[in-house]
């Protein structure tokens, strides 16, 4: 069974970090990208970042790039989002992904996490 758990959300100050973790297992994810959407109540669930296990190339949003990372560990199949100097409105959901679609969006993903609540106050 193909599952993408996710860990390390939680509660959060401004200007804090947290590193979220996303471990791949049950299948060969090479040829896929990984990473985050987050969804905010009564919001849209928006892409946040991703990477290319082949190529190792990556993808910020606007509104995080400076502030998050995306990394990769291969032996582990885990991707890691570093999120530093957070902000009140980085408050969200964080949903794990996964697609072997050169097209990166929610109608492409194949795999999805369970989800993770990351809660940054003011």
């Known amino acids: 069974q193909v599952q993408l758990v996710e860990s390390g959300g939680g509660l959060a100050q401004a200007g804090g970090s947290l590193r979220l973790s996303c471990a791949a297992s049950?299948?060969?994810?090479?040829?896929?990208?990984m990473g985050w959407f987050r969804q905010a109540p009564g919001k849209a669930r928006e892409l946040v970042a991703f990477?290319?296990?082949?190529?190792?190339?990556?993808y910020l949003a606007d509104s995080v790039k400076g502030r998050f990372t995306i990394s990769g560990d291969n032996a582990k199949n885990t991707v890691y989002l570093q999120m530093n100097s957070l902000k009140p409105e980085d408050t969200a959901v964080y949903y794990c992904?996964?697609?072997?679609?050169?097209?990166?969006?929610?109608?492409?993903?194949?795999?999805w996490g369970q989800g993770t609540q990351v809660t940054v106050s003011s």
């Open positions: 049950g299948r060969t994810f090479s040829r896929y990208a």
């Open positions: 990477i290319r296990w082949s190529g190792g190339s990556t």
């Open positions: 992904a996964a697609t072997a679609n050169s097209i990166v969006v929610v109608t492409t993903v194949q795999y």
